[in-house]
């Protein structure tokens, strides 16, 4: 069974500055998949970046980006130049390769953009 | 196009009752998932089904959880004899084809409280 790890329940931040959230998983699959997912107030999960376990390039999606660590298990998340908009609940999330995987979560961490 | 749907929203029960929860998954998803989230807690897996087969139901806590999608669409998620510690939100997910690195899309979800 696979296991995801989220150590920091609450995070904040100032507006326009740089934020790292950090996930740790553990797993005895080989080729598996990384997300992380958003849930504002609203309760709609939005994804916001995803990572192929075989690709050693870190995703980047504008302001968000990863630090992957295949030998570790560790999948960070940084958001840079936050904005209000970024607050909102955040899960890591597993999903092993193969037909109709579900998604493993986190426990979320809430980060909070101060202005 | 249109996303996810779930109704109800909200729905209140008393303990004993039967409650039905709708997933409308985006037209021509193959892939539906149904996940529990618990209040502060990442979502946890409940069942897929891929089209009208029910392929996983691993994740249902109890035989009082039953899903169904008879026609490889909507699906409804049936709770019999609801207990307090059903109270969650419960979230539906679609994706286009199982598998793979697919993204999952969320509904808003429907919060149950059973007093």
């Known amino acids: 069974a696979q296991t995801v790890t989220q150590s920091q329940p609450e995070m904040s931040v100032q507006e326009a500055e740089t934020v790292t959230l950090s996930c740790t998983y553990d797993t005895s699959e080989n080729n598996y998949y990384l997300f992380w997912y958003k849930q504002p107030p609203s309760r709609q999960m939005i994804l916001v970046i995803r990572?192929?376990?075989?690709?050693?390039q870190n995703a980047t999606e504008n302001r968000f980006s990863v630090n992957f660590q295949k030998a570790a298990k560790s999948f960070s998340l940084k958001i840079s130049d936050s904005q209000l908009g970024d607050t909102a609940m955040y899960f890591c999330?597993?999903?092993?390769?193969?037909?109709?995987?579900?998604?493993?979560f986190g426990e979320g961490t809430q980060l909070t953009v101060n202005p | 196009g249109a996303g996810v749907s779930q109704s109800p929203r909200y729905k209140v029960a008393k303990r004993g009752q039967d409650v039905a929860l709708r997933c409308d998954p985006i037209?021509?998803?193959?892939?539906l998932f149904w996940y529990q989230q618990a209040l502060g807690q990442g979502p946890e897996f409940l069942t897929y089904f891929q089209n009208e087969a029910q392929l996983d139901k691993s994740g249902l806590p109890s035989d009082r959880f039953f899903a169904e999608r008879p026609e490889g669409s909507v699906s409804t998620l049936k709770i019999q004899r609801t207990q307090q510690e059903d109270s969650a939100v419960y979230l539906c997910?679609?994706?286009?084809?199982?598998?793979?690195?697919?993204?999952?899309?969320f509904g808003p979800g429907t919060r149950l409280t059973v007093l």
């Open positions: 999330a597993f999903m092993k390769h193969g037909e109709g995987s579900r998604l493993t």
């Open positions: 997910a679609s994706s286009l084809v199982s598998g793979g690195s697919n993204e999952q899309f």
């Open positions: 990572q192929e376990a075989y690709k050693q």
């Open positions: 037209s021509g998803h193959v892939s």
